[in-house]
């Protein structure tokens, strides 16, 4: 599946948003993988995604994984150990709202496929 990962951002406006039960599957930029779902999506709330996530070793063990991981807009996130943080550093996406779209816009080399939108 690495060949149907891309590094373009994935949308997330109005029509197309990512409400609970939206997944996505990615590698991050220290070449782990994983599973990423949509817990809550808070309009109300600066757009917060809430997201559990897994990311894997190369044997397929868990490297992190966890739950109520709360990502604003204009936040980035790291997925090797599950942290949001500002717009620099060691991040795998930003979640980005320009005011009328809102993406994903992987960073640092990360990649990301949308496998499920729920609607």
Excluded: H
């Excluded at 949001?84 to 005011?99: A, E, H, L």
């Amino acid at each position: 599946m690495q060949s149907d990962l891309s590094s373009l951002n994935i949308d997330g406006s109005a029509g197309n948003e990512f409400w609970p039960g939206t997944y996505f599957v990615y590698r991050t930029n220290e070449l782990r993988y994983g599973k990423l779902f949509v817990e809550d999506y808070n309009v109300n709330n600066n757009y917060t995604l809430t997201l559990s996530w897994t990311t894997y070793n190369s044997d397929g063990s868990i490297y992190s994984s966890g739950t109520g991981l709360q990502i604003p807009q204009t936040w980035t996130c790291d997925l090797d150990i599950g942290v949001k943080g500002p717009s620099s550093g060691d991040r795998d996406f930003q979640w980005v709202n320009t005011g009328s779209a809102r993406y994903i816009q992987p960073f640092n080399g990360a990649l990301f496929k949308l496998i499920y939108r729920a609607e």
